[in-house]
């Protein structure tokens, strides 16, 4: 017979019935709504409803968070896209080694990060390289 640690069955029912990434998507929802112009492709609900069924991550840090999703491609490449980040510039870039494990811990061989083209300036000394254009047209 084994014992219980009196406090297993708190912890148990923590994780099966709380969400933490959630608990911490309170903190930052109003940021990332501030963030966020009326040319996002995606609305503060969206973000929270995948966070909410765990489609995607919040890494989130003291003043800064990051929203990823993993990605499956046709050709057979996975890779985590950040969708939106807010918050402290420097702490986003600190959060980017663990995004990149949890990315490499789900099967993830590349990260896409797409916005302003100023990310491509300021995570070039993480290791980032020019990728891709991203242009649109409102229709």
Known sequence: MTLAHPQDDT??????????????????????AEAMDDASLYTIDDLEQRIATRRAFLFAGKDAAVVAEPQDYPGGAKAMQVLWACGDLAEIVALAPGIEAMARMIGCTKMIVEGQKGWERVLKPQGYEFFSVTVAKEL
Do not use: I, Y
């Open 11 to 32: 912890v148990h029912r923590l994780a099966r019935d709380e969400n933490p990434m959630l608990t911490q998507w309170a903190r930052f929802k109003s940021r990332f």
